[in-house]
């Protein structure tokens, strides 16, 4: 199956960068890595997705490695807005079904 | 644009009753998905469409669940005989062809009482 593994809580002060660690050791050649957000009693919102090259868009910018087995979301400048529940997704090889972890809870302080 | 709309918001119903959730997906878009979220947890997948066949039923948990999509477009999530073990929120998302990102809607809170 297409685990992603991410630590279950963190921590950031408000203007400073969150950086989001996930671990996707089982991703193939192919496949991209999504991450989506969840603020409570909402679906969850995409952020942004990458294959091999670090991406940026205006939410958010994606760093992952060489290998592709981890990636990092990078918040340049977290707001309490950005306090959510982050979570990083794989297809599953040979499938269109997306699994999700229990994801990371990032608490922003003011 | 309009994103991917669930109705009802919230539906309470009493064990045993039978249930329809309705999903409106992003207009052209041909992937359609249903995951059900308990508290605490992340989404669970239950099924995944591609236009109006069901392509991957592999998540729905027993007989008692299932889903149509009869023109490509609305899907409705149907619960046969209630449990009190189906309240979650049923999340449905939508994608321009299932490897694009993913857009959800705010769920359907699902209470059996």
């Known amino acids: 199956d297409a685990k992603t593994t991410q630590p279950p809580s963190m921590d950031c002060a408000e203007g400073r960068a969150a950086n989001l660690p996930c671990n996707h050791s089982?991703?193939?050649?192919?496949?991209?890595v999504y991450w989506y957000r969840q603020i409570h009693s909402q679906g969850p919102q995409y952020i942004i997705h990458?294959?091999?090259n670090n991406e940026t868009n205006e939410m958010a910018s994606l760093i992952i490695t060489e290998d592709r087995k981890s990636s990092t979301l990078i918040l340049p400048h977290a707001t309490l807005r950005d306090t959510a529940v982050y979570y990083c997704i794989v297809r599953v090889p040979g499938t269109y079904k997306y699994i999700f972890g229990t994801g990371t809870r990032l608490k922003v302080l003011a | 644009g309009a994103g991917v709309s669930q109705t009802p918001s919230n539906k309470v119903t009493e064990k045993g009753k039978y249930v329809e959730l309705r999903c409106d997906p992003i207009?052209?878009?041909?992937?359609l998905y249903w995951y059900r979220q308990s508290l605490g947890q992340g989404p669970e997948f239950l099924i995944y469409f591609q236009g109006t066949g069901a392509a991957d039923d592999s998540g729905l948990p027993n007989d008692r669940f299932f889903a149509v999509r009869p023109e490509g477009s609305v899907s409705t999530l149907k619960i046969q005989r209630t449990e009190r073990g189906d309240s979650a929120v049923y999340l449905c998302?939508?994608?321009?062809?299932?490897?694009?990102?993913?857009?959800f809607g705010n769920g359907t809170r699902l209470t059996v009482t």
């Open positions: 207009s052209g878009h041909t992937a």
């Open positions: 998302a939508s994608s321009l062809d299932g490897v694009s990102p993913l857009h």
């Open positions: 089982t991703i193939s050649g192919n496949e991209y």
């Open positions: 990458g294959l091999k």
